[in-house]
Protein backbone atom coordinates (compact mmCIF):
# COMPACT_ATOMS: atom_id res chain seq x y z
CA UNK A 1 0.00 0.00 0.00
CA UNK A 2 1.42 3.37 -1.02
CA UNK A 3 0.76 6.07 1.49
CA UNK A 4 2.53 8.69 0.36
CA UNK A 5 2.09 11.22 -2.28
CA UNK A 6 4.03 13.80 -3.71
CA UNK A 7 2.95 15.66 -6.67
CA UNK A 8 5.35 17.77 -8.55
CA UNK A 9 3.86 21.82 -9.59
CA UNK A 10 7.57 22.88 -11.69
CA UNK A 11 5.89 26.45 -12.02
CA UNK A 12 8.03 29.53 -10.68
CA UNK A 13 7.33 33.26 -11.63
CA UNK A 14 11.18 33.57 -11.14
CA UNK A 15 13.83 31.78 -11.18
CA UNK A 16 16.37 31.60 -8.10
CA UNK A 17 20.11 31.13 -9.30
CA UNK A 18 20.83 28.38 -6.71
CA UNK A 19 17.61 26.11 -7.58
CA UNK A 20 18.35 22.60 -9.00
CA UNK A 21 14.94 21.43 -8.73
CA UNK A 22 13.26 20.69 -12.05
CA UNK A 23 11.23 24.20 -12.75
CA UNK A 24 10.25 27.13 -15.36
CA UNK A 25 8.13 30.23 -15.88
CA UNK A 26 4.25 29.07 -16.09
CA UNK A 27 4.37 30.98 -19.78
CA UNK A 28 1.06 29.15 -21.21
CA UNK A 29 1.43 25.51 -19.92
CA UNK A 30 0.34 26.12 -16.19
CA UNK A 31 -3.47 25.83 -17.44
CA UNK A 32 -6.59 22.69 -17.44
CA UNK A 33 -4.34 20.48 -19.80
CA UNK A 34 -1.56 20.20 -17.29
CA UNK A 35 -3.91 19.93 -14.21
CA UNK A 36 -5.77 16.76 -16.38
CA UNK A 37 -2.40 15.10 -17.18
CA UNK A 38 -1.42 14.85 -13.85
CA UNK A 39 -4.72 13.88 -12.87
CA UNK A 40 -4.93 11.41 -15.25
CA UNK A 41 -1.18 9.86 -14.27
CA UNK A 42 -2.95 9.62 -10.84
CA UNK A 43 -5.92 7.68 -12.13
CA UNK A 44 -2.93 5.32 -14.06
CA UNK A 45 -1.55 5.00 -11.09
CA UNK A 46 -4.38 4.25 -8.99
CA UNK A 47 -4.83 0.92 -11.41
CA UNK A 48 -1.65 0.10 -11.06
CA UNK A 49 -0.88 0.45 -7.02
CA UNK A 50 -2.88 0.47 -4.07
CA UNK A 51 -2.86 3.62 -3.24
CA UNK A 52 -4.55 5.47 0.39
CA UNK A 53 -2.66 8.55 1.38
CA UNK A 54 -1.83 9.42 4.68
CA UNK A 55 0.49 12.52 3.33
CA UNK A 56 0.12 14.43 0.05
CA UNK A 57 2.92 17.02 -0.48
CA UNK A 58 2.70 19.55 -3.30
CA UNK A 59 6.19 20.69 -3.88
CA UNK A 60 7.80 22.10 -6.86
CA UNK A 61 8.39 24.61 -8.18
CA UNK A 62 5.93 27.03 -6.30
CA UNK A 63 3.12 24.99 -6.37
CA UNK A 64 0.74 28.14 -4.40
CA UNK A 65 0.43 30.14 -7.58
CA UNK A 66 -1.87 27.71 -9.26
CA UNK A 67 -5.01 29.82 -9.88
CA UNK A 68 -7.98 29.72 -7.74
CA UNK A 69 -9.64 27.35 -10.81
CA UNK A 70 -7.25 24.80 -11.23
CA UNK A 71 -5.87 24.36 -7.54
CA UNK A 72 -9.61 23.54 -6.76
CA UNK A 73 -9.64 21.36 -9.78
CA UNK A 74 -6.59 19.45 -9.13
CA UNK A 75 -7.75 18.73 -5.22
CA UNK A 76 -11.06 18.00 -6.45
CA UNK A 77 -9.65 15.43 -8.98
CA UNK A 78 -7.23 14.30 -6.49
CA UNK A 79 -10.21 13.56 -4.28
CA UNK A 80 -12.00 11.46 -6.87
CA UNK A 81 -9.32 9.49 -7.87
CA UNK A 82 -7.88 8.60 -4.46
CA UNK A 83 -9.30 7.71 -0.82
CA UNK A 84 -8.23 10.39 0.91
CA UNK A 85 -9.85 9.84 4.55
CA UNK A 86 -7.13 8.81 6.15
CA UNK A 87 -5.14 12.10 5.31
CA UNK A 88 -2.81 13.25 8.05
CA UNK A 89 -1.24 15.60 6.76
CA UNK A 90 -1.63 17.25 3.21
CA UNK A 91 1.71 20.02 2.77
CA UNK A 92 1.63 22.83 0.25
CA UNK A 93 5.14 24.69 -0.62
CA UNK A 94 4.45 28.54 -1.17
CA UNK A 95 6.19 31.22 -1.73
CA UNK A 96 5.29 35.00 -0.96
CA UNK A 97 2.98 37.30 -2.65
CA UNK A 98 2.03 34.48 -4.59
CA UNK A 99 -1.52 34.23 -2.74
CA UNK A 100 -3.93 36.37 -0.82
CA UNK A 101 -6.27 36.11 2.13
CA UNK A 102 -8.81 34.77 -0.15
CA UNK A 103 -6.72 32.15 -1.73
CA UNK A 104 -5.08 30.97 1.55
CA UNK A 105 -8.92 30.15 2.50
CA UNK A 106 -9.43 28.21 -0.27
CA UNK A 107 -5.96 26.03 0.62
CA UNK A 108 -7.68 25.11 3.49
CA UNK A 109 -10.94 24.33 2.47
CA UNK A 110 -9.58 22.66 -0.29
CA UNK A 111 -8.09 19.84 2.52
CA UNK A 112 -4.47 21.87 2.69
CA UNK A 113 -3.13 21.31 6.31
CA UNK A 114 0.35 22.43 6.20
CA UNK A 115 1.41 25.25 4.34
CA UNK A 116 5.34 25.59 4.02
CA UNK A 117 6.49 29.11 2.82
CA UNK A 118 9.98 30.18 1.04
CA UNK A 119 11.31 33.12 3.10
CA UNK A 120 14.68 31.92 3.02
CA UNK A 121 15.88 35.33 4.52
CA UNK A 122 14.23 38.32 6.28
CA UNK A 123 17.58 40.46 5.55
CA UNK A 124 17.35 42.52 2.15
CA UNK A 125 20.69 41.58 0.75
CA UNK A 126 20.90 37.98 1.53
CA UNK A 127 17.52 38.22 0.02
CA UNK A 128 19.02 39.92 -2.84
CA UNK A 129 22.29 37.36 -3.01
CA UNK A 130 19.58 34.57 -3.42
CA UNK A 131 17.69 36.45 -6.57
CA UNK A 132 14.54 35.90 -4.63
CA UNK A 133 12.05 38.69 -5.78
CA UNK A 134 10.09 38.88 -2.65
CA UNK A 135 10.89 41.29 0.22
CA UNK A 136 10.59 40.41 3.94
CA UNK A 137 7.67 42.52 4.39
CA UNK A 138 5.80 40.25 1.75
CA UNK A 139 6.99 37.07 3.78
CA UNK A 140 5.47 38.46 7.21
CA UNK A 141 2.48 39.51 5.16
CA UNK A 142 2.25 35.66 3.54
CA UNK A 143 2.67 34.16 7.13
CA UNK A 144 -0.24 36.54 8.56
CA UNK A 145 -2.12 35.63 6.09
CA UNK A 146 -1.78 32.20 6.14
CA UNK A 147 -2.57 32.43 9.98
CA UNK A 148 -5.45 34.47 9.36
CA UNK A 149 -6.87 32.28 6.91
CA UNK A 150 -6.56 29.34 9.96
CA UNK A 151 -3.65 27.41 9.63
CA UNK A 152 -1.95 26.32 12.65
CA UNK A 153 0.92 24.20 11.09
CA UNK A 154 2.89 26.53 8.93
CA UNK A 155 6.17 25.63 8.37
CA UNK A 156 9.28 28.59 7.27
CA UNK A 157 12.00 27.78 5.25
CA UNK A 158 15.27 30.08 5.96
CA UNK A 159 19.05 29.46 4.27
CA UNK A 160 22.31 30.21 5.97
CA UNK A 161 25.83 30.44 4.66
CA UNK A 162 25.07 32.82 1.73
CA UNK A 163 27.96 34.46 0.66
CA UNK A 164 28.04 37.67 2.46
CA UNK A 165 25.33 37.14 4.89
CA UNK A 166 27.44 37.56 8.35
CA UNK A 167 26.66 35.50 11.96
CA UNK A 168 24.67 38.31 12.65
CA UNK A 169 22.48 38.67 9.81
CA UNK A 170 21.56 35.04 10.28
CA UNK A 171 20.69 35.38 14.17
CA UNK A 172 18.72 38.03 13.17
CA UNK A 173 16.94 35.92 10.23
CA UNK A 174 16.66 33.19 13.18
CA UNK A 175 15.15 35.26 15.49
CA UNK A 176 12.23 36.97 13.06
CA UNK A 177 11.28 33.78 12.17
CA UNK A 178 11.02 32.78 15.97
CA UNK A 179 8.93 35.62 16.77
CA UNK A 180 6.64 34.82 14.04
CA UNK A 181 5.50 31.55 16.00
CA UNK A 182 5.58 29.64 13.45
CA UNK A 183 5.00 25.61 14.21
CA UNK A 184 8.51 24.50 11.86
CA UNK A 185 11.40 25.82 10.62
CA UNK A 186 13.82 24.52 7.98
CA UNK A 187 17.17 25.89 8.00
CA UNK A 188 19.21 24.83 5.19
CA UNK A 189 23.13 25.49 4.36
CA UNK A 190 23.30 26.62 0.94
CA UNK A 191 25.04 24.39 -1.50
CA UNK A 192 26.02 24.59 -4.63
CA UNK A 193 24.56 22.60 -6.81
CA UNK A 194 25.26 21.48 -10.59
CA UNK A 195 23.71 23.30 -13.66
CA UNK A 196 23.04 26.11 -12.07
CA UNK A 197 23.95 29.75 -12.04
CA UNK A 198 25.35 30.13 -8.04
CA UNK A 199 27.69 26.96 -9.11
CA UNK A 200 29.04 28.99 -12.34
CA UNK A 201 29.90 31.65 -10.11
CA UNK A 202 31.65 29.61 -7.49
CA UNK A 203 33.43 28.07 -10.12
CA UNK A 204 34.72 31.49 -11.31
CA UNK A 205 35.63 32.42 -7.46
CA UNK A 206 32.68 34.74 -6.96
CA UNK A 207 30.69 32.76 -4.70
CA UNK A 208 32.71 31.39 -2.10
CA UNK A 209 31.96 28.10 0.33
CA UNK A 210 33.32 28.09 3.65
CA UNK A 211 32.40 25.23 6.06
CA UNK A 212 33.62 26.91 8.70
CA UNK A 213 30.54 29.62 8.42
CA UNK A 214 28.37 26.53 8.16
CA UNK A 215 29.43 25.12 11.24
CA UNK A 216 29.10 28.49 12.83
CA UNK A 217 25.70 29.34 11.38
CA UNK A 218 24.25 25.45 12.30
CA UNK A 219 25.03 25.44 15.38
CA UNK A 220 24.00 28.88 15.73
CA UNK A 221 20.28 27.99 14.60
CA UNK A 222 20.81 24.66 16.82
CA UNK A 223 21.14 26.26 19.78
CA UNK A 224 18.46 29.42 19.26
CA UNK A 225 16.14 27.05 18.02
CA UNK A 226 15.81 24.55 20.97
CA UNK A 227 16.40 27.41 23.23
CA UNK A 228 12.57 28.74 22.15
CA UNK A 229 11.27 25.07 22.14
CA UNK A 230 12.12 23.63 18.76
CA UNK A 231 13.13 20.23 18.45
CA UNK A 232 15.90 19.52 16.21
CA UNK A 233 14.82 15.93 14.51
CA UNK A 234 16.67 16.50 10.92
CA UNK A 235 19.68 17.82 10.37
CA UNK A 236 17.71 20.72 8.57
CA UNK A 237 14.32 20.71 10.33
CA UNK A 238 13.20 22.32 13.48
CA UNK A 239 9.71 21.75 14.94
CA UNK A 240 7.10 22.81 17.93
CA UNK A 241 6.01 18.84 19.93
CA UNK A 242 3.98 17.11 17.36
CA UNK A 243 4.74 19.55 14.03
CA UNK A 244 7.37 16.83 12.79
CA UNK A 245 6.91 16.42 9.06
CA UNK A 246 5.29 12.92 8.30
CA UNK A 247 5.69 13.01 4.54
CA UNK A 248 9.47 14.30 4.86
CA UNK A 249 9.27 11.19 8.26
CA UNK A 250 8.26 8.69 5.69
CA UNK A 251 10.79 9.41 2.76
CA UNK A 252 13.81 8.97 5.34
CA UNK A 253 12.62 5.86 7.15
CA UNK A 254 12.67 4.24 3.48
CA UNK A 255 8.36 4.21 3.25
CA UNK A 256 7.58 3.61 -0.45
CA UNK A 257 5.86 6.63 -1.97
CA UNK A 258 4.55 7.91 -5.51
CA UNK A 259 5.14 10.90 -7.30
CA UNK A 260 3.11 12.45 -9.93
CA UNK A 261 4.04 15.31 -12.52
CA UNK A 262 7.25 16.38 -14.76
CA UNK A 263 10.12 14.83 -13.27
CA UNK A 264 8.57 14.00 -9.97
CA UNK A 265 10.55 10.68 -8.09
CA UNK A 266 8.71 7.68 -7.16
CA UNK A 267 9.82 5.02 -5.11
CA UNK A 268 7.53 1.74 -5.15
CA UNK A 269 8.64 -1.79 -4.07
CA UNK A 270 12.38 -1.27 -4.43
CA UNK A 271 11.67 -0.13 -8.06
CA UNK A 272 12.30 4.41 -8.46
CA UNK A 273 11.62 6.17 -11.38
CA UNK A 274 11.44 9.77 -12.09
CA UNK A 275 9.12 11.20 -14.48
CA UNK A 276 10.06 13.03 -17.59
CA UNK A 277 10.85 16.52 -15.98
CA UNK A 278 9.72 18.28 -19.37
CA UNK A 279 6.53 19.62 -18.68
CA UNK A 280 5.22 19.70 -21.85
CA UNK A 281 6.19 16.61 -23.00
CA UNK A 282 4.64 14.96 -20.00
CA UNK A 283 1.56 16.50 -20.54
CA UNK A 284 1.41 15.03 -24.22
CA UNK A 285 2.95 11.85 -23.23
CA UNK A 286 0.00 10.82 -20.40
CA UNK A 287 -2.80 12.47 -22.55
CA UNK A 288 -1.68 10.33 -25.20
CA UNK A 289 -1.34 7.39 -22.98
CA UNK A 290 2.08 6.79 -23.20
CA UNK A 291 4.76 6.11 -20.12
CA UNK A 292 6.59 8.91 -18.65
CA UNK A 293 8.49 7.21 -16.67
CA UNK A 294 12.22 7.71 -17.37
CA UNK A 295 15.91 6.34 -15.35
CA UNK A 296 13.76 3.54 -14.14
CA UNK A 297 16.33 1.71 -11.40
CA UNK A 298 15.58 -1.37 -9.45
CA UNK A 299 16.85 -1.04 -5.53
CA UNK A 300 19.59 -3.72 -4.19
CA UNK A 301 19.26 -4.29 -0.57
CA UNK A 302 23.10 -2.68 -0.69
CA UNK A 303 21.11 0.61 -2.21
CA UNK A 304 18.82 0.70 0.46
CA UNK A 305 21.22 0.64 2.99
CA UNK A 306 23.54 3.25 1.87
CA UNK A 307 20.41 5.07 1.39
CA UNK A 308 18.94 4.34 4.99
CA UNK A 309 22.55 5.30 6.36
CA UNK A 310 22.76 8.80 4.66
CA UNK A 311 18.93 9.46 5.90
CA UNK A 312 17.93 7.77 9.00
CA UNK A 313 21.93 9.27 10.54
CA UNK A 314 20.30 12.46 10.05
CA UNK A 315 17.10 12.06 11.75
CA UNK A 316 17.37 12.69 15.81
CA UNK A 317 15.32 9.14 16.13
CA UNK A 318 19.47 7.83 14.71
CA UNK A 319 19.88 4.56 12.81
CA UNK A 320 19.04 1.14 13.15
CA UNK A 321 22.26 -0.35 14.86
CA UNK A 322 22.15 -3.29 12.02
CA UNK A 323 22.67 -1.14 9.18
CA UNK A 324 26.01 -0.34 10.71
CA UNK A 325 27.02 -2.58 13.70
CA UNK A 326 30.82 -4.11 12.64
CA UNK A 327 31.95 -1.89 10.65
CA UNK A 328 35.46 -0.54 10.72
CA UNK A 329 34.64 2.96 11.12
CA UNK A 330 31.98 2.92 13.68
CA UNK A 331 34.52 2.29 17.05
CA UNK A 332 36.76 5.30 15.50
CA UNK A 333 33.70 7.16 15.18
CA UNK A 334 31.99 6.60 18.27
CA UNK A 335 36.25 7.24 20.02
CA UNK A 336 35.72 10.05 18.72
CA UNK A 337 32.55 11.34 20.15
CA UNK A 338 31.03 11.94 16.47
CA UNK A 339 28.00 9.36 16.54
CA UNK A 340 26.67 7.54 19.99
CA UNK A 341 24.52 4.39 20.71
CA UNK A 342 21.11 4.63 21.90
CA UNK A 343 19.69 1.24 22.64
CA UNK A 344 19.18 -0.22 19.30
CA UNK A 345 19.87 3.33 16.90
CA UNK A 346 23.12 4.74 16.62
CA UNK A 347 22.60 8.90 16.93
CA UNK A 348 24.78 11.95 15.97
CA UNK A 349 26.03 13.34 19.10
CA UNK A 350 26.52 17.20 19.14
CA UNK A 351 29.83 17.43 17.55
CA UNK A 352 28.76 15.05 14.61
CA UNK A 353 25.56 16.84 13.83
CA UNK A 354 27.79 19.66 11.77
CA UNK A 355 29.48 16.28 9.95
CA UNK A 356 26.59 14.86 9.32
CA UNK A 357 27.07 13.86 5.59
CA UNK A 358 30.87 12.94 5.86
CA UNK A 359 29.95 10.61 8.60
CA UNK A 360 27.38 9.28 6.39
CA UNK A 361 30.10 8.67 3.49
CA UNK A 362 32.23 6.84 6.08
CA UNK A 363 30.17 4.11 6.90
CA UNK A 364 28.99 2.70 2.86
S1 LIG B 1 10.99 29.56 -5.97
FE1 LIG B 1 11.78 27.64 -5.12
S2 LIG B 1 11.53 26.12 -6.74
FE2 LIG B 1 11.28 28.15 -7.69
S3 LIG B 1 13.31 28.64 -8.48
FE3 LIG B 1 13.16 29.54 -6.43
S4 LIG B 1 14.00 27.96 -5.04
FE4 LIG B 1 13.55 26.96 -7.02
Redesign the pocket.
Known sequence: MIRHLYIHIPF?HH??PY?A?Y?HQPGSLANRTFVNSILEEARISAGEFEVQPETIFFG???PSLLSPTLITLLCEGLRDIFDLSKIREWTLES?PATFDLKKARLFRDLGITRPSL?VQSFHPRTLSTLGRDHSADEADEAFRILGESGFDNVSIDLMFSIPGQSLQDWESDLRHAIALNPSHISCYNLTYEEDTEFMQRHKKGELDANEDRDADAFYLALSLLEQNGFAHYEISNYARPGFESLHNQAYWSGSDYLGLGPGAVSTVTNIRWKNLPDTAGYTRAVLDGKSVKTEVEHLTDEDRRIEAIALQLRTAKGLPTGYIDGLYPVDSLTQQGLIVKKGDRYCLTYEGKALADPISASLV
Open positions: CICCFKGGTNG
